[in-house]
């Protein structure tokens, strides 16, 4: 069985991990880069699984994979800001200027319903509820780009009405690996939209 790997299977128990191990993993292994399309080379280098995130008008950042608990995936910066996501949904984040956390996460997943969420904002700090409404926008079973083959992309409309915030996210989802491949996603009303690539790495 093929499974991902990431980059804290050289330092043992995530309990034990401090900020710095968390750094000196980042620093020693990814960095931030021009916005640019990744060769197949840049991707073969890397030895763990990876996020390329574009964050507005800002250069990319790539963000490591360091562990995966009950499909949630943890990627790290070199400057340790981190992505907390859950079937490419991002459901927590920490060392923004503005973090968030949903805070039930149960539910989540790329179906077609409607759920909502407790978000708890930081900066401002508030407790806000959301409408999460899931559907297929469409089936790329043949497309100009090899990278979006067999893919299904869902849209999510939400809406928060205690800030008057509301919008649609994206995820593409790749059939073959059964993984979102990229998302493009809103997750505070006072944070700038996240466009991120997810690149996987599999062991046997």
């Given at each position: ?24 993993i980042?620093?020693?292994?990814f ?110 079973v043949?497309h ?5 083959e ?11 009405k205690?800030?008057?915030?509301k ?12 993984l ?25």
């Amino acid at each position: 069985m093929n499974k991902l790997i990431f980059a804290l299977v050289f330092l043992g128990s995530c309990a034990s991990f401090t900020v710095e191990d968390y750094k000196l993993i980042a620093t020693s292994v990814f960095r931030t880069y021009p916005d640019m399309i990744l060769t197949k080379e840049f991707i073969d280098s890397k030895d763990y699984s990876f996020i390329k995130v574009k964050i507005d008008r800002a250069d990319p950042v790539i963000m490591s994979l360091v562990s995966i608990e009950k499909n949630i995936y943890t990627w790290v910066s070199e400057t340790n800001e981190k992505l907390i996501t859950k079937n490419g949904k991002i459901i927590r984040t920490e060392g923004l200027d503005h973090d968030f956390r949903i805070l039930n996460t149960s539910e989540i997943d790329l179906a077609n319903k409607t759920i909502e969420l407790l978000i708890q904002l930081q900066n401002p700090q508030a407790l806000i509820s959301q409408t999460s409404s899931i559907s297929v926008t469409e089936s790329l079973v043949k497309h100009s780009s090899k990278n979006y083959e067999n893919t299904v992309i869902y849209t999510e409309d939400f809406k928060s009405k205690r800030f008057n915030w509301k919008g649609q996210n994206y995820y593409w989802k790749s059939l073959d690996l059964d993984l979102v491949i990229r998302t493009h996603q809103h997750f505070h009303p006072y944070q700038p939209s996240y466009d991120i690539q997810f690149y996987y790495k599999f062991s046997e």
